[in-house]
């Protein structure tokens, strides 16, 4: 377990004062951000997967731009400690049980994908999707939270901060996803946000629900690709064991949780 700090260690670094509508200026600047680039591409979301161009324009590009952007607000903020660490881990370490089984499962989906699909060009430009970990984690996971916590307990941090994570998947309609693929999208993000969550609260670090949520949307993309093996059927099976693992786990990680930020006016 981490060593405990007060909040004033945490937050003395901060060159502004967290606030709620901070963060949530944040998330709706990103969703904003993301979304135009995007649609100035004209490239539809069910193309990206046609070529490497399609992939790189479509949405490679909107995600370089949003993590410089994101990079350059933290900074200027002052929040990169609070955003990427926790003060203390939980005390339930049990709960990492729901990221780890989502490892297992990106895993596999990869495993099960047809590489041979692959060219070095479409490679080199499905390489970029890796950065969707840093971006929406960043904004959501670690800004989001950090705004959250000025103001709000910790039950209401998770709740809100997974809320938003998967609304942001909306935008997809707009970009050409049906909508009966996005609502169940939207709520599985949810779900899978809580993961990412308690693998936050488990390790003290938000690092790890980056890595791991970069290779779990690289994962998805992948096997989607080409011919993929029948077996990977199995992944979808076993992820509403995902989100009620994550459901139950996170009622102990948010337990005797002591992440309030707070600093003098």
Not at 87 to 112: C, D, E, G, V, Y
Request: glycine content about 8%.
């Amino acid at each position: 377990m981490t060593a405990p700090h007060s909040n004033r260690d945490i937050a003395s670094p901060l060159k502004v004062r967290p606030r709620v509508w901070i963060g949530l200026v944040i998330w709706i600047g990103y969703a904003a951000l993301v979304f135009t680039v995007q649609m100035l591409s004209g490239i539809s979301y069910d193309t990206w997967g046609d070529n490497a161009s399609n992939l790189f324009f479509g949405v490679g590009i909107s995600l370089i731009v949003a993590s410089a952007a994101l990079a350059l607000t933290t900074t200027a903020l002052g929040w990169w400690r609070p955003a990427l660490f926790e003060k203390q881990t939980s005390r339930h370490k049990w709960p990492i049980i729901a990221p780890a089984l989502l490892a297992i499962l990106a895993l596999a989906n990869l495993l099960f994908t047809d590489w041979g699909s692959y060219d070095l060009a479409f490679f080199g430009a499905s390489i970029v999707l890796l950065l969707v970990g840093f971006t929406e984690e960043l904004t959501t996971r670690g800004l989001l939270v950090v705004a959250l916590r000025s103001k709000l307990g910790e039950g209401w941090v998770w709740f809100l901060s997974s809320l938003l994570f998967a609304l942001l998947h909306l935008v997809n309609i707009v970009l050409g996803q049906g909508l009966f693929v996005t609502v169940e999208q939207v709520i599985f993000a949810f779900f899978v946000g809580t993961a990412f969550y308690i693998l936050r609260r488990t390790t003290g670090t938000l690092i790890f629900a980056m890595v791991l949520h970069a290779v779990w949307d690289f994962s998805v993309f992948a096997v989607a690709h080409g011919h993929p093996s029948e077996l990977s059927n199995i992944v979808s099976a076993f992820l509403p064991l995902v989100g009620l693992v994550s459901l139950i786990g996170v009622i102990f990680v948010i337990r005797g949780s002591r992440e309030r930020i707070t600093v003098p006016a």
